[in-house]
């Protein structure tokens, strides 16, 4: 009777074992996914066949004019 409740423990030990270890991995998955920036995940959109994905690449560059104002401003001020 006592080996039966030993082999009930070992295959519990080994359910949580094996639970944790695909828990484990599927954190790392997440953090590669969260690696790129705001600014290469819509570059990604805006390529994709998706309605709106030009739009997204159109306000990418509307950004990357601003942005180029904003700097040559920048360097008349100094």
Known sequence: MQSRYWKRGLVAA???LTVWAC????GDAQTA????T???KDSLISEMPVPG???VGKAL???????????E???ILR
């Not at 509307?62 to 700097?71: G, K, P, S």
């Open 14 to 16: 080994a359910a949580v």
């Open 23 to 26: 828990g484990d991995s599927a």
């Open 33 to 36: 996914v969260d690696t790129l």
């Open 38 to 40: 705001r600014r290469q």
């Open 53 to 55: 994905a030009g739009a």
């Open 61 to 71: 560059d509307v950004q990357d004019l601003t942005r180029q104002r904003d700097a």
């Open 73 to 75: 401003m920048d360097s």
